[in-house]
C-alpha cells in the first residue's frame, strides 16, 4: 500500500482506507483510470517515434554471396547472416528520426509560436476553473 506523506496523510486518503462505498469506489476507479490515460497520453508519442527508428535504418549485406543487398528487416538480417555475411548499418535511423523531429518542431514552433505567446501572457485567473 502507498504511504502518503505526513504533510498529506491528514487531508487525502487512499480510497482503500475508507469502508467500502460505492461512490469511493467508483470515483476512485474513474480517477486512477484517468490518471493512466493521462499518462499514457504523455507517453504513447515516444513509444511511435522510437518504433520507428528500423523502419528509418538503412543496412547493408557485407561479404558472404549477398553482399551488397539491403538488410533492414529480420527475414533479411537473418538471410545475410546465413549467407556468410554482416548486416553493415549505412545510415542509423536515430539520426534521421533527429532530423525529421527538428525540422517537425521549427515548424511547429514557428506556426505556433503566437498561440503559446499568447496563452503564456494569460493570468492565472484565466487558468482557473469557474463553478457556475
Avoid at 549467407?83 to 514557428?110: E, H, N, P
Wanted: proline share 5%; glycine share 8%.
Amino acid at each position: 500500500m502507498h504511504t502518503w506523506p505526513k504533510s498529506r496523510a491528514n487531508r487525502v486518503k487512499p480510497c482503500n482506507s475508507f469502508p467500502v462505498r460505492s461512490e469511493c469506489n467508483g470515483l476512485t476507479r474513474l480517477a486512477q483510470g484517468f490518471c493512466h490515460a493521462c499518462s499514457l497520453g504523455g507517453n504513447w508519442p515516444n513509444t511511435l517515434v522510437l518504433s520507428l527508428v528500423d523502419d528509418l535504418t538503412w543496412a547493408t549485406c557485407t561479404e558472404g554471396t549477398l553482399s551488397g543487398q539491403a538488410c533492414q528487416k529480420p527475414e533479411q538480417r537473418e538471410a545475410c547472416k546465413s549467407a556468410g555475411g554482416t548486416c553493415s548499418t549505412d545510415v542509423d535511423g536515430f539520426y534521421v528520426q533527429m532530423v525529421i523531429c527538428t525540422v517537425f518542431g521549427l515548424f511547429w514552433f514557428r506556426f505556433f509560436r503566437k498561440r503559446i505567446s499568447a496563452l503564456q501572457d494569460l493570468p492565472e485567473s484565466a487558468w482557473r476553473i469557474r463553478a457556475k
